[in-house]
């Protein structure tokens, strides 16, 4: 059965350092997501990307962070200069129209 | 504001006894509202997808159901592997980039 995988499972970076977080969305999909979870919050939508374009972004997707699809397979998530508070689990995710969305196991990023 | 209330937050229960979930929205036009599941430390798992009030779905020991302000994921019979935290989100007619909001869900324990 087809899956949305990640990597890496953990991330841990200083302060100020550059992350780029990496997805592989189902082979069909055509709608990519990424969202992100605080420990004990709710799931929180950060960015949809279609037809190689962001088409939504949250308050959230400040000028930090940026999306790439740099081939037919991947999907990235990049934070420039990372805070504290970006600490989170990320999570990737697809779906073949913007419908069902299936979603990645997760980056579990730790900024110290 | 888009919102989605999930209740109760935590749910204990015997194994095989019956009870339902809740998840409240308000939503400026609903597209669609989806049941995950989703275990420690993973990804959101789809479950169901609803469109319209009135219409429900059913997958093994799980029903979901929805009106125009309210959805229930109805458990029968729940067994310890039934225990996760299942999490409500609905897309908002608002967007039509597949954007999902979510409730803050409900951790169900079932013991045997």
């Known amino acids: 059965e087809p899956e949305v995988t990640q990597t890496p499972s953990h991330q841990v970076t200083q302060m100020g350092q550059e992350v780029i977080l990496r997805c592989v969305p189902i082979s069909n999909h055509l709608y990519f997501y990424w969202y992100r979870q605080i420990l004990g919050q709710k799931v929180e939508f950060l960015v949809s990307f279609y037809n190689n374009e962001i088409s939504e972004k949250s308050e959230i997707f400040d000028d930090q962070f940026s999306v790439e699809r740099p081939d037919g397979s991947n999907f990235t998530l990049k934070i420039r200069s990372t805070k504290l508070e970006d600490s989170a689990m990320y999570f990737c995710?697809?779906?073949?129209?913007?419908?069902?969305?299936?979603f990645g196991p997760g980056t579990r990023l730790t900024v110290l | 504001e888009d919102q989605v209330t999930q209740s109760p937050e935590a749910l204990r229960l015997q194994e095989g006894e019956s009870s339902s979930l809740n998840c409240s929205y308000t939503v400026s036009g609903l597209r669609g509202l989806f049941w995950y599941r989703q275990d420690p430390g993973k990804g959101p798992e789809f479950l169901f997808t609803l469109y319209s009030a009135g219409e429900e779905k059913e997958k093994e020991r799980l029903k979901a159901t929805l009106t125009k302000k309210e959805s229930f994921l109805h458990i029968t019979a729940p067994k310890p592997e039934d225990s996760a935290t299942y999490l409500c989100a609905v897309q908002a007619g608002s967007s039509n980039t597949g954007k999902l909001i979510f409730g803050q869900g409900t951790t169900l324990q079932v013991k045997p």
């Open positions: 995710a697809s779906s073949l129209m913007s419908d069902e969305q299936f």
